[in-house]
């Protein structure tokens, strides 16, 4: 039987970045949703589960890491990795501390997602 491709929601402000990104993961064979904010976020994941999720942690009403915060409260088990252009030590610490799964910096590398995603995917497959 064939395997169903992975969910990726991809959460980012910035619509180029967003789109840019989802076409990315869809080439790479994932599903790919995308919304504006963590609040369209957190109502997209009580209809739809995923298996990961790209988030920018810069965005107007609330951020990445509130919505992170809000992850942890709702959906503990979440996979997530912090995107960013204005990374600073803080944030990568509290991000990582959060449980997210990897943080890195716009614009984001093919490679480096592809490898972070094997990384995932592969400690999460059963």
């Known amino acids: ?9 991809v959460v980012d402000d910035e619509e180029n970045a967003r789109i840019g990104l989802s076409r990315l993961l869809a080439k790479e064979g994932f599903h790919v949703d995308s919304v ?7 109502n997209y994941l009580r209809e739809q589960e995923v298996n990961l999720i ?10 990445g890491i509130t919505f992170l915060k809000e ?3 709702s ?7 912090m995107i960013t252009a204005y990374g600073g030590v803080e944030s990568y610490i509290e991000a990582m501390n959060l ?6 910096n716009k ?6 997602l ?8 592969k400690e999460t497959s059963h």
Do not use: C, H, W
Request: proline fraction near 9%; aromatic fraction near 8%; charge should be positive.
């Open 1 to 9: 039987m064939p395997k169903q491709p992975k969910r990726i929601l």
């Open 36 to 42: 504006a904010n963590g609040f369209e976020a957190l």
């Open 54 to 63: 790209v988030t920018d942690i810069n965005m107007p009403e609330m951020n």
């Open 71 to 73: 992850l942890n409260r």
């Open 75 to 81: 959906y503990p088990r979440s996979n997530v990795i």
């Open 99 to 104: 449980g997210a799964f990897e943080y890195i």
């Open 107 to 112: 614009p984001v590398k093919i490679d480096e």
């Open 114 to 121: 592809k490898s972070i995603l094997k990384k995932i995917f």
